[in-house]
């Protein structure tokens, strides 16, 4: 999921905060919609036909049960869905329940366009994974319910791995030496039409390093939390596995990053590992037509309480502070969180649900796939201890700097040293501007 301008993201900051102008001048919202009193909650999210059907079908289940509340469909794609949110925000017609991506939980919550969900009597907690809570946390306030938890990992394609004769490493001992003496090994049976590894340059890649140095990408007071010495390393060894034949050539790499799933490499069984989130490992079999293995992260150390994953929200059910009707919009998020009937529903495909009651009640009636992913992140949580900080308002785009910086010492435009200096130097400066 990519958003892929600056101009975007000024954009994005210039629309909230005349939302803001318009929050701090208009009315209220009124104190919610009566048990019995009919309204209508416009609803929007992203996602593909496959979602779009199963929210659907969630939402008729919740009108059954609730007469009064009638829910007002907008489903979106995500290359356009921030635009639009921004846009609609700005002009004083948010939708009453947005899906929320934990990159903006702070950029619209901090900016006084969500609703403190705390402060909604219609919302049960009780059964909720605290961590997932506090992801959704900004400023003591509660600006998001996690729909699901999910784990970035490194996904093994085992056909490419039986192709070269080459074992799948024991995640739960390997280092990055082994993780990257792997992955040339693979691209030197693949002789230049299959590889080892693509390189990792999301937002979460930079996170799982950071952290495995005792490092974040954000701090708590809301800055940057990294040293420029410790980012650096992280190019390094990204460069180091260019260098090596462990990954694709840049020409490549730049080529696969534009791809969809169908067409990328790792999608049409080219490369032999890949990081992706773990709500994907179904689509990612599917594709593939193989059996995909998910890994945890390498560290230097070879242990695996070393690795600095963690868990992350997949997305968020979070409220306008404008709706004029709060009830009804907790009503319905506090279903979409914690009925059984909508968890039959969604199952994992926002992420393992929070509420662990939830959990234990679809785990009958999940796909392999999925049972396989609830598992797998049963197995890695004694080793993860807390998740990082949230980030902060003027974080959203940080994703898309990190991978240009890639592009460039992938390139050898910069040296790895200069694009930490410069990405921690720009990155500075969209925070700043953001608290003006």
Known sequence: MKIRTMGRRKFQLGAVAVALSLLATGCG???GSGDDKEVTLRFAWWGNEYLNAQT??????????????????EPGEWASYWDKLATKTAANDAPDVIQMDQKYIAEYGGRGALLDLSNQSGIDISKMDKEQLASGQYDDAQYGLSTGKNAYVIMANTKVFEAAHVPVPDDTMWTWDDFMDT??????????????????????????????????????????????????????????????????P??????????????????????????????????????????IKMLRAPSSTGKSADNGMYFKPTMFWSASSRSKHPDAAATFINYLANSPAAGAI????????????????????????DTTVVGFLKDVAPDISDAPPVPPVGAGSVQNVIKRFTDEVLYDRQTPKAAAENFKKEVEGMLASARK
């Open 29 to 31: 919202a009124s104190a």
């Open 56 to 73: 659907e079908k969630a939402i008729s289940a919740f009108e059954a049960e609730h007469p009064n509340i009638k829910i007002e469909s």
């Open 183 to 248: 992955a040339a090994r693979l691209s030197a049976a693949g002789d230049g039409k299959s590889y080892g590894a693509a390189y990792g340059s999301n937002e979460a890649d930079l996170i799982i390093w950071l952290r495995q140095h005792g490092e974040n990408l954000y701090s708590e007071g809301g800055g940057l939390g990294f040293n420029t010495a410790t980012a650096a390393s992280f190019w390094e060894r990204l460069k180091e596995q260019r260098d090596s034949k462990a990954s694709p």
């Open 250 to 291: 840049a020409t490549v790499a730049t080529e696969d990053s534009g791809a969809g799933l169908e067409e990328s490499l790792f999608g049409t069984n080219r490369v032999g590992m890949a990081w992706w989130w773990t709500n994907q490992l179904g689509s990612l079999q599917s594709t593939t037509g193989s059996d």
């Open 346 to 369: 969604l199952m994992t495909d926002r992420g393992v649900p929070a509420n662990s009651e939830i959990v234990e009640s679809i785990s009958p009636a999940l796909k392999p796939a």
